[in-house]
Structures are given as C-alpha cells and as structure tokens.
T-cell receptor, first 113, second 112 residues
Framework: SQQGEEDPQALSIQEGENATMNCSYK?????LQWYRQNSGRGLVHLIL?????REKHSGRLRVTLDTSKKSSSLLITASRAADTASYFC?????????????FGTGTRLQVTL | KAGVTQTPRYLIKTRGQQVTLSCSPI?????VSWYQQTPGQGLQFLFE???????NKGNFPGRFSGRQFSNSRSEMNVSTLELGDSALYLC???????????FGQGTRLTVV
C-alpha cells in the first residue's frame, strides 16, 4: 500500500519558474528519498534526507523534512523543460536488518517553454 | 561504476505462462529489491534479497517469487501469469545499512 500522498498530483509551470511538490507519510521513518521518473522508465535517485535532518540541497533541488508533521517538500528552482517528469517520494523504516521503500503517489510535473 | 541493469526491457507473454526477469545490481551492493508499478496501484514493494536470503516480502501472491545468487544478481519469477500482472517491474540495489537505493530501467511486462 502507498505510504502517503503527494500533492499536487499534477503541476504545470513555465521554464524558469520554481516547482514545489509535497509529500506526506503515515509512519515513523528512517530516511526519505526523492526520485524522478521519465515516461514510465526507471527511477532516478535525486536526494536522500535523514530523519534527523531538516533541509538538504543538491544543485537546483532543495528538500525539507518535517517529521512532526510527517511531511516533506521538494523544490526545483529555475525549472527546465528537461525537468518534465513524475516525482516520487519514498520512505524507509529499518526493521531488524531489512529495509524496504514505500512510495507516494507521485507528482507529474510539466515544464513548458 | 555501472548502474543497475535489468533484462529484458520488454516482454509480451500469454496468460498462464511464466516469466523470469533478471537484475544485476551495482557492483558492491548486496541488497536487491523488486517493485511493481501499475497505473492503478502505483509503486509497490515485492521483496528484498540480501546475501541470497529473502529478508522482506510485500503483499503479493505466491506466484511471485525470487532468488539471489552469490554474486548478488537476482531473478524474479512470476508463474501462471494473469492480465493484471501487466506492469513495469523495477529492481533496486543498495548497500546496507545505507538505504539509498538505485533503480534499473525496468522490465515492461505485458500479459495478453
């Protein structure tokens, strides 16, 4: 089952604008990761944020994590047409020595010229 | 370093047949996980293998099985295929305890 929801489900912006996507989850987590997926292909790992971190940056990406609200956001600044894709958050809880990822429902981002 | 490799990329099978998908993890990664992606259910965890042992299993019927070899390569098998098994099957590898997971391009399975 899905860990939670992402919103918006779809987002359309113009090139150069910023895009913000939100992710909510239901249970305590160890880490939260964001992925990008182009047209039903594989998932590309974007960034991992640990439960004891509040903010992380990678290039044009900024991720925040609020464990009290069980939510995270992904900000893409100065978007480009190449950023057009679906974006997913994924959480993991380590139980014993095993771990698995539970994915959100995803946000479809369309960046137009 | 080469990424996660999945073969084949595309498959078309008939109901009732069985299928085997293959995944080669990133060199040095000892854990391999499998996920199913469908438009209706999204991305769902199938199972995880570590050191040739299944450590975690999702909520899928017994028709879905897998194994891992000593070189960490993994295979996933689906028997008695149903139309609903049509999906993108994704494999991910990571190096525990690091849970940063990297995915392959997936195998698109179509059951007709």
């Amino acid at each position: 089952s899905q860990q939670g929801e992402e919103d918006p489900q779809a987002l359309s912006i113009q090139e150069g604008e910023n895009a913000t996507m939100n992710c909510s989850y239901k249970t305590s987590i160890n880490n939260l990761q964001w992925y990008r997926q182009n047209s039903g292909r594989g998932l590309v790992h974007l960034i991992l944020i640990r439960s004891n971190e509040r903010e992380k940056h990678s290039g044009r990406l900024r991720v925040t994590l609020d464990t009290s609200k069980k939510s995270s956001s992904l900000l893409i600044t100065a978007s480009r047409a190449a950023d057009t894709a679906s974006y997913f958050c994924a959480t993991d809880r380590i139980t014993g020595t095993a771990s698995k990822l539970t994915f959100g429902t995803g946000t479809r981002l369309q960046v137009t010229l | 370093k080469a990424g996660v490799t999945q073969t084949p990329r595309y498959l078309i099978k008939t109901r009732g047949q069985q299928v085997t998908l293959s995944c080669s993890p990133i060199s040095g990664h000892r854990s391999v996980s499998w996920y199913q992606q469908t438009p209706g259910q999204g991305l769902q965890f199938l199972f995880e293998y570590f050191s040739e042992t299944q450590r975690n299993k999702g909520n899928f019927p017994g028709r879905f099985s897998g194994r891992q070899f000593s070189n960490s390569r993994s295979e996933m098998n689906v028997s008695t295929l149903e139309l609903g098994d049509s999906a993108l099957y994704l494999c991910a590898s990571n190096d525990p305890p690091n849970t940063e997971a990297f995915f392959g391009q997936g195998t698109r399975l179509t059951v007709v």
